[in-house]
């Protein structure tokens, strides 16, 4: 079992920065591929970006890629998410997620969410 709790979520103007932070409870966290979704009102959760359970490979989708960074701490068994140039189609729920059989754009492939932290970006 793994517990998820989001952090670091705000307003922000169009063009500034956030960090968020996912941090797990367990001695497995290592094992877990980590991801980010996220979900507006009225719209499907999608896929924002994800990271190998080494954090040697990444993927980002293609709305986020060059403005976001994900990354990972396994010692402190926490999951980042640095957002610059923020837009404010970034508007949303962000979640983080954790998945055992390793990175996927697929909300289906993992098995253990938080609660999720609300980013909101004025224009």
């Known amino acids: 079992q793994v517990q998820l709790v989001e952090s670091g979520g705000g307003l922000v103007q169009a063009g500034g920065s956030l960090r968020l932070s996912c941090a797990a409870s367990?001695?497995?966290?290592?094992?877990?591929?980590m991801g980010w979704f996220r979900q507006a009102p009225g719209k499907e959760r999608e896929f924002v970006t994800t990271?190998?359970?080494?954090?040697?490979?990444?993927y980002y989708a293609d709305s986020v890629k060059g403005r976001f960074t994900i990354s990972r701490d396994n010692a402190k068994i926490t999951v980042y998410l640095q957002m610059n140039s923020l837009k404010p189609e970034d508007t949303a729920v962000y979640y983080c997620?954790?998945?055992?059989?390793?990175?996927?754009?697929?909300?289906?492939?993992?098995?253990?969410w938080g609660q999720g932290t609300q980013v909101t970006v004025s224009s």
């Open positions: 367990g001695r497995t966290f290592s094992t877990y591929a």
């Open positions: 997620a954790a998945g055992r059989r390793g990175v996927s754009t697929s909300a289906r492939e993992y098995e253990y």
């Open positions: 990271i190998s359970r080494s954090g040697g490979s990444t």
